[in-house]
């Protein structure tokens, strides 16, 4: 069965530093683009940036260009989500999410808050 | 920016058919996606390019497009159907989802 496992979410300081994992169970995630989306409490979705299935792609949204960076690692069928600078607006639920969109990670919550 | 517009709620009664538009230039462009999301879960993917359905989603679930609007259809709304309902487009570097439809049946 194709699952991606997310992890690595928790409770962080603004301004420190987070690392979000998607694991690919079941399929090749190095054949695929990821998304990750967000979604702030009580909120709608945010696509937040994107990697392409070779790495050679990145595309991030305005308001974490700078902050956030993708990253993949193939050998462990796992891509990552590394967010710098954190702040308050940035707590949320984060998925990721395979290219066509018809795959979901279950989410993981980050929480910015001192 | 682009924005795709949507409307805040849509309530239905049992059996009835439910319609949820979704508005934006990007549209006249691109195909559009739309996804169900239910209260503590992860989005669904229910249609795409506009009008296909994927593998295991409901017949009653449809999808159509006019110009700057795209508008998903279900079809004998169901109890199980209340959801939040978002369409997406992909656009510049970047892809855009709308705010969000809170769809009701009762």
């Known amino acids: 069965q194709e699952q991606l496992v997310q992890s690595g979410g928790g409770v962080v300081p603004p301004g420190r530093t987070l690392r979000l994992s998607c694991a690919a169970s079941g399929f090749n995630l190095r054949s695929y683009g990821i998304h990750w989306v967000r979604q702030a409490p009580g909120k709608g979705l945010e696509w937040v940036a994107f990697m392409s299935y070779d790495g050679a792609i990145e595309y991030y949204a305005d308001s974490v260009k700078g902050r956030f960076t993708i990253s993949r690692d193939n050998a462990k069928n796992s891509l990552f989500l590394l967010l710098n600078s954190l702040r308050g607006e940035d707590t949320a639920v984060y998925y990721c999410?395979?290219?066509?969109?018809?795959?979901w990670g279950q989410g993981t919550l980050v929480t910015v808050s001192s | 920016s682009y924005e795709l517009t949507q409307p805040s709620s849509v309530s239905v009664s049992p059996g009835q058919t439910a319609r949820i538009t979704c508005s934006g230039e990007i549209l006249t462009k691109k195909s559009t996606r739309w996804f169900q999301q239910k209260a503590g879960q992860a989005p669904v993917l229910v249609i795409y390019k506009d009008s296909d359905r994927p593998t295991g989603i409901s017949e009653r679930f449809s999808g159509s497009s006019s110009g700057t609007t795209v508008t998903l259809t279900i079809s004998g709304a169901r109890i199980e159907d209340e959801a939040d309902y978002y369409c997406?487009?992909?656009?510049?570097?970047?892809?855009?989802f709308g705010g969000g439809t809170k769809l009701t049946v009762l």
């Open positions: 997406y487009s992909p656009a510049d570097k970047s892809w855009v």
């Open positions: 999410a395979r290219q066509e969109w018809e795959r």
